[in-house]
């Protein structure tokens, strides 16, 4: 079946820290992947995404790329803010729109 | 364009009751999705709703059940609920030709059920 393994959290950094949240996969099929944020008390908003391998995803300073050799998408971002706090969501879509999403990983930044 | 709206955001159940909820997707998206958000279990796809018709089911009981409107607009119910239903539940709608099944999540409703 279709899963999704993400690192567990939390994760507390420094601000201005770098910032890797890894992902796996394991799909039948060809998935598109995803990274969704979602802040306190909010629901989730899309982060980043790519649709085939080696496809590298980017917004706000966040970036991930698509390796499909390594069943991976690791989530990266160079210097990350307080206002980044929040839970990180990997997931992944085999065709229509039924998401598989992980486990999500608590980042605390600290100033 | 306003984002995808869901009600009631808060809602208080007992035991054996039935509930429904509400979501109105983003003005020309016609695909809503489901999903159930709990500590323990995490994010768990329901259903998808498009052009009102259920196209795909997640692996929940018959008592979660869901309807769209020819409006878009979906609801979905839980009858006989159980204390495990307390959850977020979230709602999302796609555009009709997202090429990447790009999702656009509401804010939630949070149920408790006592």
């Known amino acids: 079946g279709n899963s999704v393994t993400q690192m567990e959290g939390p994760v507390t950094l420094s601000e201005e820290a770098f910032l890797t949240i890894n992902c796996t996969y394991t799909?039948?099929?060809?998935?598109?992947l995803f990274w969704y944020v979602q802040y306190p008390g909010e629901g989730l908003q899309l982060l980043l995404k790519?649709?085939?391998?080696?496809d590298k995803g980017s917004n706000k300073g966040f970036e991930a790329t698509y390796r499909k050799e390594t069943t991976s998408f690791h989530l990266e971002k160079g210097s990350v803010q307080v206002s980044d706090s929040a839970v990180y969501f990997c997931?992944?879509?085999?065709?229509?729109?039924?998401?598989?999403f992980g486990a999500g990983t608590i980042l605390r930044v600290k100033s | 364009k306003a984002g995808v709206t869901q009600t009631p955001r808060y809602l208080i159940k007992t035991r054996g009751q039935q509930v429904t909820l509400s979501c109105s997707p983003i003005?020309?998206?016609?695909?809503v999705s489901w999903y159930q958000q709990t500590p323990g279990q995490g994010l768990q796809f329901l259903f998808e709703?498009?052009?009102?018709?259920?196209?795909n089911k997640g692996n929940f009981p018959g008592r979660f059940s869901g309807r769209q409107f020819s409006n878009s607009r979906s609801e979905m119910n839980v009858s006989t609920l159980e204390l495990g239903d307390s959850a977020l539940y979230l709602c999302?709608?796609?555009?009709?030709?997202?090429?990447?099944?790009?999702?656009?999540f509401g804010p939630g409703t949070r149920l408790t059920v006592l």
């Open positions: 999302a709608s796609s555009p009709p030709q997202g090429p990447y099944n790009e999702q656009f």
């Open positions: 799909a039948t099929g060809y998935p598109s």
């Open positions: 790519a649709t085939k391998a080696d």
């Open positions: 997931a992944l879509s085999v065709g229509g729109n039924k998401l598989v």
């Open positions: 003005s020309g998206h016609r695909s």
């Open positions: 709703y498009f052009s009102e018709t259920q196209r």
